[in-house]
């Protein structure tokens, strides 16, 4: 071996050990900071508990229809359109038509829509009262394991409150409950006319549309 090449050797070798040497000082000198907790906060959780308590419980159902709000209700909806239609008449889908739901019996009529076994047995006897219908869509499978709804609920009782007052002026316009003592009054919030609803120079509107389809949501009549 000449000299140059003895020479080359021992550049590479000796730019080897320096680069080694190089990155054991660094870490020497820079330590890694390592986290307490892996993982990342979720904005939010607290909702549910915040630091170990116990979660918030819901207002009465009753309370919060003094309060809510069926144009807010009407967007809601769009959740459940995908499953359900709402007008009168409308067609069944993967869920039934949800005209005329609240009071009706739970599981029953629909034009032979095919309820599940779990549904018409958490439901016997039952109507769909306010009540009923906000243990529905707040969680489905747990008021009803089995149930073919496959739609995860409505954990928001604002929301809950705001589409069964907007399912309610569909063909039911059943008297709200009345709200518990010194509950907050009723607002003017907007409220969609019910279908077939005369009109001030007395003339018969159209049918309500039903919003979408079929839909994903909260199906008042169920599955």
Known sequence: ?????????????????????AGIG????????KAEKAGYPIEGAAEDGGAGGAAVPDKPIAELLATADTA???EVFKKCSACHTVAQGGANGIGPNLWATVGEGIAQGKAGYPFSAALTTAGAGKKWDFEQLDAWLKSPRGYANGTKMTFAGLTSGKDRADVIAYLNTQ???LPLPAAPAGAPAATDAKVPPAAGAADPGGKASEPTVGIGSNTTAPAAAGK
């Open 171 to 173: 063909g039911s316009n």
């Open 1 to 21: 071996m000449d000299n140059r090449t003895n020479t080359i050797a021992g550049w590479v070798l000796g730019s080897m050990m320096v680069a080694v040497a």
């Open 26 to 33: 660094g870490h020497m000198i820079v330590q890694p900071i």
């Open 72 to 74: 807010h209700g009407t």
